[in-house]
C-alpha cells in the first residue's frame, strides 16, 4: 500500500503541454526575426550597430525565453491554471473583429467606441446601450488630441468630419 501524495517524488511527472506549445511558438517568433534580421544586416555599414542590431538582440532574447519556458514545462514549476472562461474571451475577440471592419468606414471613433463596449462587456459591463456611446465620446476626444494636436493621421468617419 503507497502513501504517495500529489507532488510526492514518487508520482509520475508529465510535462506542461500548454507551457511547451507557449515556447514553440516563442522559437518560431524568433526564427522570424532572425530571417528577417538577415535580409538587413549588411545595412549596417561601417558601424557595428545598424537597423539589426536590436531586432537580434530581441530575437536572442525570445529564444532564452524559449529555452526556459520549456525547462520550466519540464519541471513542473507552473501554478495550476484555472478554467478559461470562454465568454470573455468571445466578447473581445468580437470588438476586435468589429473595430477592424468598422475602421475604414465608420472611422475611428466609432469603430475603436463600438471595441471599448465589447471589452468592458467581456469585463462583465454588459449595458452596451452605456459601455459604447461612452466608449465612443473617449476615443473622439482621443481622435482630436492625436489628429488636431500631434498632426497623427487616423482614420476619420462622418463623425470625426464634424469636429475637423
Do not use: H
Not at 517524488?9 to 506549445?21: G, I
Not at 545595412?43 to 557595428?48: D, E, F, L, V
Not at 456611446?133 to 500631434?150: D, E, K, N, Q, R
Amino acid at each position: 500500500m503507497s502513501l504517495d501524495r500529489p507532488g510526492s517524488a514518487n508520482e509520475q511527472r508529465r510535462p506542461d503541454w500548454a507551457a511547451l506549445a507557449i515556447a514553440a511558438v516563442l522559437v518560431v517568433i524568433a526564427a522570424v526575426i532572425f530571417f528577417d534580421v538577415a535580409r538587413v544586416k549588411g545595412a549596417a555599414g561601417y558601424s557595428q550597430v545598424g537597423p539589426a542590431t536590436v531586432p537580434e538582440w530581441i530575437s536572442f532574447g525570445l529564444i532564452g525565453l524559449a529555452i526556459w519556458t520549456a525547462i520550466e514545462a519540464f519541471r513542473g514549476d507552473f501554478p495550476q491554471r484555472e478554467k478559461q472562461e470562454l465568454g470573455p474571451v468571445f466578447w473581445v475577440v468580437a470588438g476586435l473583429a468589429a473595430q477592424m471592419l468598422l475602421l475604414n468606414r465608420a472611422g475611428f471613433s466609432i469603430a475603436t467606441g463600438v471595441l471599448f463596449g465589447f471589452v468592458a462587456a467581456g469585463f462583465g459591463r454588459r449595458k452596451l446601450w452605456l459601455t459604447i456611446p461612452v466608449g465612443i465620446a473617449i476615443c473622439l476626444g482621443i481622435y482630436l488630441i492625436f489628429a488636431g494636436l500631434l498632426q497623427l493621421s487616423l482614420p476619420a468617419g462622418p463623425l470625426e468630419q464634424l469636429f475637423l
